[in-house]
């Protein structure tokens, strides 16, 4: 899916959250899987507190754009902190106070307010923004455009949008990967059981194995503790010329690296990378071209 489908999608609730699916039947409850405080429509995706450390990456990226591309002074600033206040009380929006100098920007501020500011991640953007950034071009004599200025802004909250929705989904779907991780938690159970056990069962070969703290065998990485385990497995049944029963013989190597849990556990570790980038389109992109007069 492109992104715009995507985008356009996701504004009119068609896309997965939980309000929609809840109306399918398909989940049982249409609150928010991530704060299960209030129901996840698509602007609750993009407010949600979960959702915090992704907007605390992109807010920044925003203003760089708005300095490489000659923002009006001011209106990046006003518009990400429209945003960031509106994500922290969505229901009771507050208007930015610290541009109400301004008096073009407060009243942006105030029409954006009445359209929403979720809405403006998600396009809908007020038509002063364009008004005030169209005559800070002209007061600089430059022949840029404030609407082509605005629209490459759009394109880039579409990105910071996708950034939102996708770390939603990363954060709901290590939910999956619950099944990684307690598998992940047996083993630790099961090897503090066999290191308790001590050099008993073990050959004199590997009792440098066993001779360490419990604590430090659990600080080592999950790849390492499977092959502590492994080890010992296997010199027990040396030590005791018995075979284990196939169901426990290899069963956390089993799982974890042939069963894929292990790569899973690895991949669930890192959230998706940020689309939002301060990338400034060419300049010509930004100039009204002789037909549009
Ligand atoms: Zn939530």
Redesign the pocket.
């Known amino acids: 899916m492109t992104r715009k489908a995507w985008l356009s999608k996701f504004a009119a609730g068609h896309n997965a959250v939980h309000a929609r699916l809840a109306q399918r039947g398909q989940v049982a409850s249409a609150l928010?899987?991530?704060?299960?405080?209030?129901i996840?429509t698509p602007e609750?995706?993009l407010s949600?507190?979960?959702g915090d450390p992704r907007f605390e990456e992109c807010a920044p990226v925003l203003l760089q754009w708005g300095k490489k591309t000659g923002a009006a002074p001011g209106l990046m600033e006003t518009i990400v902190e429209g945003i960031s206040t509106w994500r922290k009380q969505p229901r009771t929006p507050q208007p930015s106070r610290r541009y109400a100098r301004s008096p073009p920007l407060a009243e942006a501020v105030r029409e954006q307010q009445d359209i929403g500011w979720g809405a403006m991640l998600m396009g809908l953007q007020s038509r002063r923004w364009e008004h005030i950034q169209g005559e800070h071009f002209r007061n600089q004599g430059s022949l840029r455009s404030g609407r082509r200025w605005v629209t490459e802004l759009i394109k880039k909250f579409w990105n910071t949008a996708w950034d939102m929705w996708s770390y939603r989904c990363f954060q709901v779907n290590t939910g999956h990967d619950e099944e990684a991780l307690n598998l992940v938690t047996a083993m630790d159970r099961h090897i503090l059981h066999v290191h308790r056990l001590g050099t008993n069962f073990v050959p004199p070969e590997l009792h440098s194995l066993v001779n360490c703290s419990s604590q430090s065998l659990l600080r080592r990485p999950v790849e390492a503790r499977l092959a502590w385990l492994d080890k010992i497995d296997l010199g027990r049944e040396y030590l005791t010329g018995r075979q284990a029963p196939a169901a426990i013989r290899g069963y956390y190597t089993r799982r974890l690296v042939q069963g894929g849990l292990l790569a899973r556990l690895r991949r669930s570790k890192l959230p998706p990378t940020l689309r939002t980038n301060d990338r400034a389109p060419q300049k010509a992109l930004l100039t009204i071209e002789q037909e549009e007069e």
């Open positions: 928010c899987p991530r704060c299960h405080e209030e996840e609750h995706v949600c507190r979960y």
